[in-house]
């Protein structure tokens, strides 16, 4: 009888094992551009072998639903999946049933804070909304959009609980029917289609309440907010130093709704795409730790150089182009998700600079909740341990002293960055 403590101890290991050796890896499997492109989900297909080469767990795929923009950030019909301009609903089905083939999760581009209408009402103004089944579901009126979003709203909905949006009509999430109607199509999108968990677009447009009755409702594999704050910045028009006030509000944004969504780490790479451009300093904070989110709560950290807003063909807050390498060096070795841009993988011919990182995580177990000694951040050189299994140099700086043990090798190595195991 003694032996079975031990027993239970030891299944109990296995059945935590996996978390640790299998870290979360994501890719976005889509661009600006990619719903020009015609046919993207079976052209995505393709890229399936490469994704699960380099251990990618998790695929954030392009919003599925009908839309007035192309690239499905203007929804009407959420349940229309075969009006999308990256394929049809057998497609995506299909692009999905191949990714879990290999083991890949998918998470569906939620794009809930707002929704175009289908018809006008009968003072003249884009209303009416159709949910994209013959039934009513989403089938919604003025009733359901902001009382405060006065282009579209006749008066009778609750206040907006987040910041406006002006394209289209803001969706009023303190409604219970709206909160009810939204899991059950979330809900149909894991159970018909085959999603696994959630990207929440634009966070920002509604309460942190609010993303917890959705996570609470839909149970997601994996979730992650797009909550794009901004950093501080000096009156020279650089970040300061200091960025405690914007990844406190990611952490803040993450706790009150309810702990189990993640968030992107915008302060880690606002800081990381200054830091590279000869201010490494900036990558240890005042307490010694990494001064984004992972330096605070890496567990809910969703890091990432650049995506479809930041890069692609929008270039709205870009990561320098000729150092994406050493941010990722960076990302790869750190705590937190990281996070994979389909450009940078098959576009730049990045794929085996990538890959080789991933390789290094995941061969030694560096997860969410690596620990970081950093040992140097000075203007060009910034070195750091990570789980006492591998250190990673960033910067022009040849001249390392006796930073890195003699019984270190490099794993990997390019332009300004390097790694050793």
């Not at 192309?70 to 929804?75: H, I, S, T, V």
């Not at 899991?183 to 942190?208: P, Q």
């Not at 970040?239 to 944004?253: C, F, S, T």
Request: glycine share 10%; with cysteine.
């Amino acid at each position: 009888m003694d032996s079975l403590p031990w027993l239970s101890l030891f299944c109990l290991c296995l059945s935590l094992f996996p978390l640790f050796a299998s870290p979360a890896l994501l890719f976005q499997g889509f661009n600006w551009e990619s719903s020009s492109k015609g046919g993207w989900y079976n052209s995505l297909k393709d890229k399936i072998p490469d994704l699960a080469n380099a251990g990618i767990t998790h695929v954030w795929l392009p919003p599925s639903s009908q839309s007035v923009a192309p690239q499905g950030y203007l929804p009407g019909r959420l349940y229309d999946l075969d009006a999308s301009k990256y394929g049809s609903k057998d497609e995506l089905k299909s692009l999905i049933g191949a990714f879990h083939d290999k083991g890949i999760k998918c998470l569906a581009d939620i794009v809930i804070n707002h929704r175009t209408a289908e018809r006008k009402d009968s003072r003249g103004i884009y209303c009416l909304f159709e949910g994209g089944t013959p039934d009513a579901r989403l089938d919604w009126g003025p009733h359901f959009i902001c009382k405060d979003d006065t282009d579209y709203s006749d008066g009778t909905g609750n206040l907006d609980s987040g910041e406006p949006f002006k394209p289209a009509p803001d969706i009023d999430h303190l409604n219970p029917q709206v909160q009810r109607e939204l899991s059950d199509w979330m809900n149909w999108l894991k159970t018909e289609i085959g999603f696994d968990g959630w990207r929440f677009d634009f966070v920002r447009g509604y309460a942190s309440s609010i993303t917890k009755i959705y996570m609470e409702q839909t149970s997601p594999d994996f979730a992650v907010g797009e909550n794009w704050n901004s950093l501080s910045y000096g009156q020279d028009g650089k970040p300061n130093y200091n960025q405690d006030g914007a990844r406190g509000e990611l952490i803040n944004w993450v706790e009150s709704a309810g702990g189990a969504v993640n968030a992107f780490d915008f302060t880690t790479k606002g800081i990381l795409q200054a830091a590279v451009q000869g201010e490494l300093w900036r990558l240890k904070d005042s307490n010694g730790k990494p001064p984004g989110m992972i330096g605070t709560k890496p567990e809910n950290a969703v890091t990432f150089i650049d995506n479809h807003d930041t890069g692609s063909t929008q270039q709205l807050w870009s990561f320098p182009s000729d150092k994406v390498m050493q941010g990722y060096a960076y990302i790869l070795t750190h705590p937190g998700t990281p996070t994979i841009f389909y450009d940078h993988f098959f576009d730049w011919g990045l794929k085996e600079q990538i890959a080789k990182l991933t390789a290094i995580r995941l061969r030694n177990g560096i997860n969410m909740r690596s620990n970081v000694n950093i040992l140097a951040a000075d203007a060009d050189l910034y070195v750091a341990e990570i789980d006492s299994k591998i250190f990673v140099k960033i910067g022009p700086k040849m001249d390392l002293g006796n930073l890195i043990p003699s019984n270190f090798r490099v794993a990997s190595s390019g332009q300004d960055y390097a790694v050793w195991e």
